[in-house]
């Protein structure tokens, strides 16, 4: 009997891992699995927020790495990606297995955070902050690189055959570039089982990203969460970002944009390009801060044909800052004009440079265009801190924020309700992960009572056997 096992993302919306076996007897849990086994692991991401679940990080896998073969992707954020290196470093030898767009972007996310790993390292070793001696990244980027070697990409919608008894293709999650559903088929014994990961789910009709393919008729769903307790604001868009934009301008200020370099800033600048060449604001700069944002911008621009985009991202007002001197050079800016930045969620990186400067000044409007997790500096702003800590700092806020939701890449519940109201038929059981506690909770007790849906929220490390059912002649094994 098939089994999933949820290793990450369960109670909260990172550390994405899921370990799917076929079992060919022995062991549960892909601790003891035999040699009949076959075992495919979907996303391996970092945990990150709140200092317990880094911790989480360090953590041996509750399986053997160098016994998997396979790794699955849904794409390539850091909290579905982040300790793919990791697993190199513990022994995984097999295969990754991405659409070609999360392969692009994997390049520059997964030798970014080993850059910033050791570079942790070694400000901890040479300020002597860490009780270790000497303090140690979690990998080097000689294992992001061997982790970049193993990948193989495969296009939407073709179907793809493990070994002998799974099966899987990737459908489009409209989350950002290259993101993915899986769409897996487990075969046993003349029997065949079908689980459809969400994978991070997009939403629909924003501006740039493509809407989420409808899903497909599946026994089991594994569904993230992450809004699943709350709505997006249905204003459009574009005109939650002119108001913004006109606002600040009338402060004669900066419109500050901490973003996720990849996804986030692309979206942002697309908007407000296209705001421009509308006459809807007047032509301002875009100053893009962000080396990776920077490469992340030409990989969108490559892949016209997954988005709207026509040429809006690389507008001659986008100005790229790669250097520290050109980063630096930004001291001088003083508006009007927009300035983006990463990290998204304050957690590091140039944003925190610019905070400084700018958080204390009234005319400067801060915008917060995500998700902010437990335990990060933008969570802190958004519950109203009147100071955050940045670089031994306490900074005061005097910044008009806002915090603009709608740009969030993750459907909330209406928009998780509606693409599960697009079924043929209801899985016989969801399995909610990648959502805080109140949020997975409130989304089950919603699909329970609304859909007289058959729902579970997974606790970390549990195991949970999937019936198997008579396979039609053509997924019968060959």
């Known amino acids: 009997m098939p089994e999933i096992a949820f290793h990450g993302a369960a109670g909260t919306v990172t550390g994405s891992r899921y370990l799917v076996t076929s079992r060919g007897g022995g062991g549960r849990g892909g601790a003891a699995a035999s040699a009949a086994d076959e075992r495919v692991l979907v996303d391996c991401g970092m945990y990150q927020g709140l200092k317990e679940l880094r911790l989480k990080n360090w953590e041996a896998p509750p399986f053997d790495p160098a016994d998997l073969p396979f790794v699955i992707l849904t794409h390539t954020h850091i909290d579905h990606s982040g300790l793919l290196p990791r697993l190199v470093r513990q022994g995984f030898k097999g295969a990754i297995i991405s659409?070609?767009?999360?392969?692009?972007?994997?390049?520059?996310?997964?030798?970014?955070?080993?850059?910033?790993?050791?570079?942790?390292?070694?400000?901890?070793?040479?300020?002597?902050?860490?009780?270790?001696?000497?303090?140690?990244?979690?990998?080097?980027?000689?294992?992001?690189?061997?982790?970049?070697?193993?990948?193989?990409?495969?296009?939407?919608?073709?179907?793809?055959?493990?070994?002998?008894?799974?099966?899987?293709?990737?459908?489009?999650?409209?989350?950002?570039?290259?993101?993915?559903?899986?769409?897996?088929?487990?075969?046993?014994?003349?029997?065949?089982?079908?689980?459809?990961?969400?994978?991070?789910?997009?939403?629909?009709?924003?501006?740039?990203?493509?809407?989420?393919?409808?899903?497909?008729?599946?026994?089991?769903?594994?569904?993230?969460?992450?809004?699943?307790?709350?709505?997006?604001?249905?204003?459009?868009?574009?005109?939650?970002?002119?108001?913004?934009?006109?606002?600040?301008?009338?402060?004669?200020?900066?419109?500050?944009?901490?973003?996720?370099?990849?996804?986030?800033?692309?979206?942002?600048?697309?908007?407000?390009?296209?705001?421009?060449?509308?006459?809807?604001?007047?032509?301002?700069?875009?100053?893009?801060?962000?080396?990776?944002?920077?490469?992340?911008?030409?990989?969108?621009?490559?892949?016209?044909?997954?988005?709207?985009?026509?040429?809006?991202?690389?507008?001659?007002?986008?100005?790229?800052?790669?250097?520290?001197?050109?980063?630096?050079?930004?001291?001088?800016?003083?508006?009007?004009?927009?300035?983006?930045?990463?990290?998204?969620?304050?957690?590091?990186?140039?944003?925190?440079?610019?905070?400084?400067?700018?958080?204390?000044?009234?005319?400067?409007?801060?915008?917060?265009a995500g998700y902010q997790a437990v335990g990060t500096r933008g969570r802190a702003l958004v519950d109203g801190a009147k100071t955050i800590r940045i670089h031994g700092q306490d900074v005061p806020v005097r910044a008009h924020l806002e915090d603009m939701g709608g740009f969030s890449g993750h459907a909330d519940t209406d928009e998780i309700v509606g693409w599960l109201d697009r079924l043929a038929k209801p899985p016989k059981t969801i399995f909610l992960t990648h959502g805080e506690p109140d949020s997975a909770r409130t989304l089950a007790e919603r699909l329970r009572r609304e859909r007289g849906l058959t729902v579970q929220v997974p606790r970390l490390g549990d195991v949970v056997p999937l019936e198997t059912r008579a396979a039609p002649p053509s997924a019968q094994p060959r």
């Not at 089982?193 to 089991?220: E, H, W």
């Not at 893009?288 to 621009?301: H, N």
């Not at 300035?339 to 958080?359: D, E, N, V, Y």
């Open 99 to 368: 659409t070609p767009a999360t392969l692009e972007l994997a390049r520059l996310l997964l030798m970014d955070a080993a850059k910033l790993q050791e570079e942790d390292a070694y400000f901890l070793n040479r300020k002597k902050l860490s009780k270790h001696a000497p303090a140690l990244p979690l990998f080097h980027a000689t294992d992001a690189q061997k982790a970049l070697e193993k990948f193989t990409v495969r296009a939407y919608g073709e179907w793809t055959e493990l070994p002998e008894r799974i099966s899987f293709r990737f459908l489009n999650a409209g989350h950002l570039l290259g993101s993915a559903m899986i769409e897996m088929r487990i075969r046993e014994n003349g029997g065949e089982t079908t689980i459809l990961f969400s994978g991070d789910l997009g939403r629909f009709d924003v501006p740039l990203n493509p809407d989420p393919d409808p899903p497909p008729a599946a026994d089991y769903m594994v569904l993230e969460s992450t809004y699943g307790d709350r709505t997006h604001p249905r204003d459009s868009l574009y005109d939650q970002v002119e108001r913004v934009v006109r606002e600040a301008m009338g402060r004669h200020g900066i419109v500050l944009i901490p973003a996720f370099a990849v996804g986030r800033a692309q979206q942002l600048i697309y908007v407000l390009n296209v705001l421009m060449e509308q006459g809807r604001l007047p032509p301002l700069p875009i100053h893009l801060d962000s080396p990776m944002a920077v490469e992340a911008t030409r990989i969108y621009a490559r892949h016209p044909a997954e988005q709207e985009s026509k040429g809006e991202l690389t507008a001659r007002n986008v100005i790229c800052h790669r250097t520290v001197e050109e980063s630096k050079a930004l001291n001088d800016f003083e508006g009007p004009g927009i300035l983006i930045s990463s990290s998204g969620m304050l957690a590091g990186g140039r944003i925190l440079h610019h905070l400084k400067r700018l958080l204390p000044d009234p005319r400067t409007t801060l915008v917060l």
